[in-house]
């Protein structure tokens, strides 16, 4: 392989002959392991990788129709896979092995994909750089001192490093969109219901969506098809039928209106990533689409709500890693409350704690109403403002972070620094629609460029629009082949 292919000739090449999938698996996996400073992956099975790569060869030969033959995918850590350990990066669940695959990589391995390893996070998807793993901080291809985004951090490492092809991720507040804008690489957040979360561990359960991080917005198209649907083992599937993405990417964007919202533009926005995302819209502009200012009103409420609502969720959820019904045990308790109290103390990182105390306060007697019931008041006036905009404009372009990736330790100690990196895409999540980033540029720093990600929003079940508008901007301003020097210094 002479460099990144795109998902589709890994594919067929595979099915064609020319190469076997354990031949595409070896050579992964040998960057996987020059690569291991990185800290991208918690888990790696040579040999269990390669046997998974055999068994495609073997559906291959009989004739098997395998949309994603041989393609190695990278699963982030919250997510179960049959053979592998799934932590959460976290030491509560330190050796657990799921018993069962999560429908999205039920639907991976049915394709003919093979999955690579585990990838790191924030621990239980809570953080926005993977400085919280409790294992190992991952590092950013671009500039190792720098942080990958989270909590898909090591999701994004790996792809734009070219230690995967494609990735999973999960997006609860950006965890997809934010690190694939510091990395340089595609990230798709689907509309809430479109992929099933059976088998993702829970953070916040109206929130969490998985998506694909890739190279290409062909190739996030591709992974899209293959993991939407209903699924009767998640009631928030929707039942709505999925359209293939995949052979529209190519169709342009003449005739789209695309709305440039006047609260994501402003001064707390790096000057750089607005210059940049601006050449995106023009870029836009150029292919026939049609450009419009919009209002988002109540955006500066969205990360008070993004963060009463998450962590009040991400209480409910946690309450069960007690050492009773899940996660490990505390060895020196000697009673029920020694066992809760000693085994959550003992194995879950600050991080976690924080958001549990602070989530359950907010679901308190007495706070109740004053913080989580006007904080889902004002998510439905968050989802009034896009349902407002998408009637004037089919697609919104936007920045996806403030600034460019920072350095490792530099806000680990301030968590309210480390929230306003969330400022501008929690909101969506809020309001259950669909987001892509694309990169678009990087930086001009003389020491270190840095890459930078326009982010589109659309309606629901709009994936199809995004992903063709993304197409349109990566064709303008990206060179989808282009490795970091570590990526291809491995």
């Known amino acids: 392989m002479t460099g990144p292919l795109p998902l589709k000739a890994i594919a067929d090449s595979v099915r064609s002959g020319a190469r076997t999938s354990v031949d595409v698996a070896t050579e992964y996996l040998d960057r996987i392991e020059r690569g291991a400073a990185l800290g991208a992956f918690l888990a790696v099975d040579r040999a269990r990788t390669l046997a998974e790569a055999a068994a495609v060869d073997a559906r291959v030969a009989r004739g098997e129709a395998l949309p994603l033959a041989g393609v190695p995918v990278a699963v982030k850590d919250n997510i179960h896979a049959v053979g592998f350990t799934t932590t959460c990066a976290s030491r509560m669940l330190e050796g657990f092995r799921p018993p069962f695959d999560a429908t999205v990589v039920e639907k991976l391995r049915a394709a003919g ?99 694909p991080m890739t190279r290409r917005v062909e190739d996030a198209a591709m992974l899209h098809d293959v993991l939407s649907g209903h699924d009767p083992k998640d009631a928030t599937t929707s039942a709505r039928p999925h359209a293939p993405t995949a052979p529209h990417v190519g169709d342009g964007v003449r005739g789209l209106r695309i709305g440039l919202p006047d609260e994501y533009f402003g001064d707390a926005v790096d000057s750089e990533i607005r210059a940049s995302v601006e050449s995106a819209g023009r870029a836009l502009e150029a292919a026939g689409a049609v450009l419009k200012r919009v209002s988002l009103p109540h955006t500066p409420h969205a990360i008070p709500t993004y963060y009463i609502v998450a962590t009040s969720e991400a209480s409910s959820n946690l309450a069960r890693y007690d050492g009773v019904h899940y996660g490990r045990r505390h060895p020196e308790a000697v009673d029920i409350a020694s066992l809760f109290t000693g085994s959550r103390s003992a194995y879950l990182g600050k991080e976690v704690k924080r958001r549990i105390l602070l989530g359950t306060w907010c679901l308190s007697s007495g706070f109740y109403d004053a913080f989580y019931d006007r904080a889902l008041r004002i998510r439905s006036l968050l989802k009034a403002d896009f349902d407002a905009a998408f009637r004037d404009v089919d697609l919104v372009l936007c920045p996806t972070t403030p600034t460019p990736a920072w350095r490792l330790g530099e806000k680990i100690s301030d968590p309210v620094q480390m929230y306003v990196a969330d400022i501008l895409t929690g909101a969506c999540n809020l309001a259950g629609i669909p987001g892509l980033v694309v990169p678009c540029g990087t930086t001009g720093q003389k020491d270190t460029r840095l890459p930078i990600g326009a982010q589109l929003l659309g309606p629901a079940w709009s994936e199809s629009l995004l992903l063709r508008a993304g197409a349109v901007i990566e064709a303008a301003c990206w060179d989808p082949s282009f490795v970091p020097s570590f990526g291809s210094a491995s």
Do not use: H
């Open 113 to 211: 994909a093979v999955v690579l390893g585990k990838t790191n996070l924030d621990e239980f998807a809570m953080g926005s750089s993977t400085e919280n793993s409790a294992y190992v901080a991952c590092r950013n291809p671009w500039a190792t001192d720098r942080i990958p985004g989270g909590s898909s951090g090591g999701s994004a490492a790996a792809v734009a490093a070219n230690l995967a092809p494609a990735a999973l991720g999960s997006d609860t507040g950006g965890s997809i969109r934010q690190p694939a804008a510091l990395t340089g690489t595609v990230g798709l957040k689907p509309t809430y219901g479109r992929v099933s979360r059976f088998g993702l561990v829970a953070f916040g359960s109206s929130l969490d969506q998985v998506g």
